[in-house]
């Protein structure tokens, strides 16, 4: 299964950030029930960073779009003790975005990690910061993969982003997702592998065309979920044709009821 991560409730972007601020419920109920009827697989979380208040913006968000809708969240920040605060508040089983290597965030995003039923993102990323070469994301995806099975995790619950580079500042940023996907499933069989998409098209004109060419080529090396805007109906209708092509739609069933309901595209 592909799993799906709508990306819109997050308050980098201005309009959310505003609906923070007013604590504006319904601007957040109508983003949380959008993305469920797009088909998003779990909500991301992301309260941004207003200094002093993002504890209280991500537990109000949180409730707001739990209220709205039944869907899973993705909590979205780099901060175990924001995050402790938003777990106790959730209703269903979590996905954590996410745990780096970053020497003062990855002991303690562990100690909070241990013993809690969710599932994680864990990000290519460490003090060296981006990552390199294909052989780098590799190592970083297994010293993921070693913290996270040492406190008692899964591959099942581990989600490895790889980190997608802008392939306007790197020419060869795809080529490198790809070769460090098929390694990291070589390498840690079972662990699942997500991104956000959008990053890789970053600084270029008309992204979405980018980004809903990217995904088969990404899924065809392994990638298995994403971090996206759902109610891009283009790129909708190129995860469901992708996933028949890739043998992931048996008699056709989703490609099938998709093209009556009009989403293919
Ligand atoms: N990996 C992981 N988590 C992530 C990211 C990632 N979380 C944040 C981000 N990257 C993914 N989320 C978003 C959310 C919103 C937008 C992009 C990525 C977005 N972008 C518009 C744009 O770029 O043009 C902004 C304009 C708008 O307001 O719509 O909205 O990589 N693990």
């Known amino acids: 299964m592909f799993t799906l ?27 949380a029930i959008k993305q469920t009827e797009a088909g998003a697989d779990y909500l991301d979380i992301n309260a941004g960073g207003r200094p002093g208040q993002i504890g209280r913006d991500m537990a109000w968000l949180v409730e707001v779009v739990q209220e709205a809708v039944s869907k899973p969240l993705c909590l979205d920040s780099p901060d175990p003790l924001l995050l402790q605060e938003a777990y ?19 002991q303690p995003m562990l100690s909070f ?76 069989p079972g662990v699942h592998i997500t991104c956000g998409l959008s990053n890789f098209s970053y600084g270029l004109p008309l992204r979405r065309a980018i980004n809903r060419v990217l995904l088969p080529v990404l899924m065809t090396a392994g990638l298995d979920g994403a971090i996206v805007d759902p109610l891009d109906e283009k790129f909708m209708s ?17 490609y099938t009821q998709a093209a009556k309901a009009g989403r293919i595209l």
Not at 88 to 106: A, D, T, Y
Not at 243 to 252: E, S, T
Request: aromatic share 2%; proline share 4%.
């Open 113 to 188: 990690l241990k013993g809690r039923d969710c599932s994680i993102i864990g990000l290519c990323l460490d003090d060296q910061g981006i990552p390199g070469s294909v052989e780098d994301v590799i190592d970083r995806a297994g010293a993921l993969v070693k913290g996270l099975e040492d406190i008692g995790f899964d591959r099942d619950s581990i989600h490895i982003d790889p980190l997608i580079q802008p392939v306007a500042v790197n020419t060869r940023a795809g080529i490198t997702a790809v070769e460090a996907m098929q390694g990291i499933l070589q390498k840690f």
């Open 88 to 106: 106790g508040l959730i209703k269903q089983r979590p996905m954590i975005n996410s745990i780096s290597l970053e020497s003062n965030r990855f």
């Open 5 to 31: 991560i709508g990306e819109r409730i997050n308050a980098t972007r201005p309009s959310i950030q505003a609906a923070v601020e007013k604590r504006d419920v319904q601007a957040i109920r109508v983003e």
């Open 238 to 254: 190129t995860l469901v044709i992708s996933k028949m092509v890739l043998g992931q739609d048996r008699f056709c069933r989703q």
